[in-house]
């Protein structure tokens, strides 16, 4: 498959670093979302996040204008007509990604890859209500996409070999690592990673160890890049909530309930790095304070 | 015969047709965003005034080549057929250790090209790409593969090794290759013609300075050291480059500023040399003329880059023993004469005298020292392709003999 386009439908966070990873990557990216308000908010977004890059050495001024020229942003569906590849990012809720992806798939042509970058949810229920199930997968990115090599790639119950074998080839494409997931709540990273983080919360609320410290003892101990508690605060603390109910609706496995004292920030708006404080606090580029 | 030379990038090829022995250009152009619906085909026929750019859809090197031949063919009416092409000479980045003489490519010699991706991974995985879509599009004739590493080949083991353990040169190669190798092997070549001495009894150091810069000490013909290392980071100051710095600062740098290993590197390949100290840009017109008007920080940005390439001139001397020939070229050193001034000015210990007029005032290929310096300075302008339709000429001629 030649892959020359990729459409992104849902320009949040998740959105905008796939938009700016797969451009930076040399092909012509269509970022679509809801409003004019959302997108400009994600104009906005990718500006800061390459401006950032900039600082950092990482890109030049010439490769930041070439990756903005290469993302084109729009509401209208059927701007993804010509993509080889369309990822939906949309909201973590079933109802709207199966709305999204039936919606896609009118749009596209047969041989286009479908997938959901869902990191809770179900691909073969995703799957379920469209035409084709055979070609929709989960392509699972990290955030910062950028930053994160790491890709699952999961089978629905009716993926087709070949829509696995056109993901494989994408993300080789794209320099990054895949791994191939067959189905079930939280794949490999969301399963591991979110009673890591509902524990740390309970190590924290107990008052065992203060949070520094119990980041400092898993970057310190285990080579972790960051703690469990930045982790937490970088995915959004309301965003691990939604996960660990999600997993815990799914399989009603106690070691999946929120931590109360999780709710409790979330409730009170201490949302983590987006609204600059959660477990520790941040700048205004995202930085620890 | 006539012999088409090819250097393909990822998403660019330029190409040039030559006429040989006559070693006259019938044809140059270039193609740029290959892999898109609105790629960029330009070329220029011997004795056309402007040239001529098309812009289509064009996939994938294959494409490309196959518009590449039609205009040579068709459009431009160079050529009356393909047949007319008897040869074509690839542009290849990284030979490794297995080539040290350009070569005739062979299933053989592209799967050591394969095995060298891992060493230039930007170039290496484009020139094959283009050497398997020319076989695609002209199938049964012979192509060539000539290396920018092959001319340092012959730089001895306590020239080409990094001081480190030596295991990790027997594991993974880890060594010193040189670049530039077929600019540097053009312009030795001729140096006789200028100076009317054979070249197998001279010392040469030649500094190709252009966007990216090395220099060569080059003995009795042959590449004894030269700046570049493993990659062409390692070496002097260049445009947007910082060429050798103290290891540790990787280490230090990232910690400070939280980068990671890939920011580290662009860092150093792309926000660095004259474009890092100036902050104003890596080309060196621009640096020159700021600091005419009175940048301080161009004023350094030259200084440094002047210091860096003196003090590597200052060691080839001493590697060799001596110099007779010191020689500029590529853009910067080809165009540049306060540069070179610069250089000289301070090499006069070596009984180096410049001639003030024919390094201001002269062009191309020269002499530009007096007649009474012990050292001869020449600006030579480099000509890459000419160099690599040569080597195709010799291996092609070498192969036709063998099969008669």
Not at chain 1, 135 to 157: K, S, T, Y
Not at chain 2, 263 to 276: A, I, P
Request: charged share 25%; aromatic share 6%.
């Amino acid at each position: 498959m030649n892959i020359q386009k990729i459409g992104i439908v849902g320009a949040g966070t998740m959105g905008q670093s796939m938009a700016e990873t797969i451009a930076g990557k040399g092909f012509e990216v269509v970022l679509l979302d809801k409003s004019e308000q959302e997108l400009e908010a994600a104009k906005l977004g990718l500006e800061m996040s390459l401006d950032r890059r900039l600082t950092k050495w990482g890109i030049t001024d010439a490769e930041k204008k070439s990756i903005l020229s290469r993302i084109v942003l729009g509401t209208n569906l059927q701007l993804l007509h010509d993509c080889e590849v369309v990822i939906e990012s949309v909201w973590e809720s079933l109802d709207d990604k199966i709305d999204v992806l039936i919606a896609i798939e009118k749009e596209v042509g047969p041989e286009a890859l479908i997938a959901s970058n869902t990191a809770t949810l179900s691909i073969t229920e995703i799957a379920a209500k469209t035409e084709h199930p055979e070609r929709i997968i989960g392509l699972h990115f990290h955030f910062p996409v950028e930053r994160r090599e790491l890709v699952e790639v999961v089978r629905g119950l009716k993926t087709s070999e070949r829509t696995v074998e056109s993901a494989f080839h994408f993300i080789e494409m794209l320099g990054k690592q895949a791994v191939q997931v067959f189905e079930s709540p939280g794949f490999i990273t969301t399963r591991l990673m979110l009673p890591l983080i509902n524990e740390a919360v309970l190590i924290f609320a107990e008052g065992v160890a203060s949070a520094y410290d119990i980041d400092k003892a898993m970057k310190s101990g285990y080579g972790f890049h960051i703690g469990p508690l930045e982790m937490a605060d970088r995915f959004g603390l309301d965003t691990v909530v939604d996960m660990l109910e999600a997993l815990f609706h799914e399989t009603t496995d106690p070691r999946y309930r929120p931590a109360a004292y999780l709710r409790k920030l979330v409730r009170g708006g201490r949302l983590g790095t987006k609204v600059r404080e959660g477990f520790f606090t941040y700048d205004e580029w995202g930085e620890r304070a | 015969m006539n012999i088409l030379v090819l250097n393909c990038g990822s998403s660019s090829l330029k190409y040039q047709l030559f006429r040989m022995p006559e070693e006259q250009v019938l044809i140059r152009g270039g193609i740029e965003k290959i892999g898109s619906e609105d790629a960029l085909h330009t070329y220029k026929t011997d004795g056309q005034d402007g040239q001529d750019q098309t812009t289509s859809q064009i996939l994938d090197h294959r494409e490309a080549l196959q518009q590449v031949i039609e205009v040579v063919t068709h459009r431009s009416g160079v050529l009356q057929s393909v047949e007319e092409i008897a040869a074509v000479g690839h542009r290849v980045v990284h030979g490794g250790e297995q080539f040290a003489l350009s070569s005739l490519l062979t299933d053989e010699v592209k799967r050591a090209i394969q095995d060298n991706v891992e060493l230039a991974p930007l170039h290496n995985p484009a020139n094959l790409q283009g050497i398997e879509a020319m076989e695609a599009v002209l199938p049964g004739v012979p192509q060539a593969a000539v290396f920018d590493t092959a001319f340092h080949q012959s730089m001895p083991p306590e020239h080409y090794l990094y001081p480190i353990p030596y295991v990790l040169y027997k594991r993974h190669k880890v060594r010193r290759y040189g670049f530039h190798g077929t600019s540097h092997r053009y312009v030795s070549s001729r140096v006789p013609y200028l100076v009317h001495r054979d070249l197998m009894n001279l010392k040469v150091i030649s500094c190709h300075i252009g966007n990216g810069a090395s220099v060569a000490a080059i003995q009795n013909g042959r590449s004894t050291d030269t700046s570049m290392g493993m990659t062409p980071l390692e070496g002097v100051m260049m445009g947007t480059r910082s060429g050798d710095i103290d290891p540790s600062l990787q280490e230090y740098i990232s910690r400070k500023e939280g980068l990671a290993a890939a920011e580290f590197s662009s860092m150093l390949n792309k926000h660095s040399g004259l474009y890092g100290i100036s902050g104003l840009s890596g080309d060196m017109r621009k640096i020159t003329e700021a600091r005419a008007k009175g940048s301080a920080r161009s004023a350094l940005a030259f200084d440094m880059y002047e210091y860096r390439i003196r003090k590597y001139i200052g060691a080839y001397v001493a590697a060799m023993n001596g110099v007779d020939v010191l020689l500029f070229t590529a853009g910067v050193g080809e165009n540049s004469p306060l540069l070179r001034r610069k250089i000289c000015d301070n090499l006069t210990y070596l009984g180096l005298e410049l001639d003030p007029q024919a390094n201001d005032q002269g062009k191309g290929e020269r002499i530009i020292s007096l007649p009474t310096s012990r050292v001869t300075v020449c600006v030579i302008p480099t000509n890459e392709e000419l160099m690599i339709a040569r080597d195709t000429q010799v291996l092609v001629s070498g192969l036709e003999s063998w099969e008669k």
